[in-house]
T-cell receptor, first 115, second 111 residues
């Protein structure tokens, strides 16, 4: 079955540590996204990528970095510069790019907590 | 500015009751899209419906129905005869040049 796989399901970060969240899709979608979900705040866009080797900052990119070396993969690194990283992180993809009417397909998320 | 408001933070209903989730949006654009997504406890958001701004026809899909009214900038979602499996967080979203999600409404259906 086609879909989006995020790993790990739960992740703990020590202070000063960088951690990387994995996102893989086999839907052959060009566009991929990372969202952060905090209780009561909906989803906020961190980064998005419309094509391999290209990505753009979203609304809350500070303290995060991404790469898009393969169409299927869009890993997110939460750096030590992100002072409040505890949140639920969702990866998504779509056939069309940002702003199109294409629906988003989501992974099952990673809960990141700070030790 | 574009904005989506879901005024109901949490709703609890008893199984078999009908429930309406409100969504009010703000945009100056005449062309836009509206979506509803469901987030069950497993975490992933699941697409429910897409509507463009020129199509104000209401839609029904089984126990789900949607009422789109441009005059009041609302796109409300009704679940008829609710079931425990409907318990989830529901997000309304507006798309023009980017996706704007509402804060979500957490629905609990009590057996």
């Amino acid at each position: 079955d086609g879909g989006i796989t995020q790993s790990p399901k739960y992740l703990f970060r020590k202070e000063g540590q960088n951690v990387t969240l994995s996102c893989e899709q086999n839907l052959n979608h060009d566009a991929m996204y990372w969202y952060r979900q905090d209780p009561g705040q909906g989803l906020r866009l961190i980064y998005y990528s419309q094509i391999v080797n290209d990505f753009q900052k979203g609304d809350i990119a500070e303290g995060y970095s991404v790469s898009r070396e393969k169409k299927e993969s869009f890993p997110l690194t939460v750096t030590s510069a992100q002072k409040n990283p505890t949140a639920f992180y969702l990866c998504a993809s779509s056939k069309g790019g940002r702003g199109t009417n294409e629906k988003l397909f989501f992974g099952s998320g990673t809960q990141l907590s700070v030790l | 500015a574009q904005k989506v408001t879901q005024a109901q933070t949490e709703i609890s209903v008893v199984e078999k009751e009908d429930v309406t989730l409100d969504c009010v949006y703000e945009t100056r654009d005449t062309t836009y899209y509206l979506f509803w997504y469901k987030q069950p406890p497993s975490g992933e958001l699941v697409f429910l419906i897409r509507r463009n701004s020129f199509d104000e026809q209401n839609e029904i899909s089984g126990r789900y129905s949607w009422n789109f009214q441009k005059s009041t900038s609302s796109f409300n979602f009704t679940i008829t005869a609710s079931q425990v499996v409907d318990s989830a967080v529901y997000f309304c979203a507006l798309i023009r040049d980017k996706v704007i999600f509402g804060p979500g409404t957490s629905l609990s259906v009590i057996p």
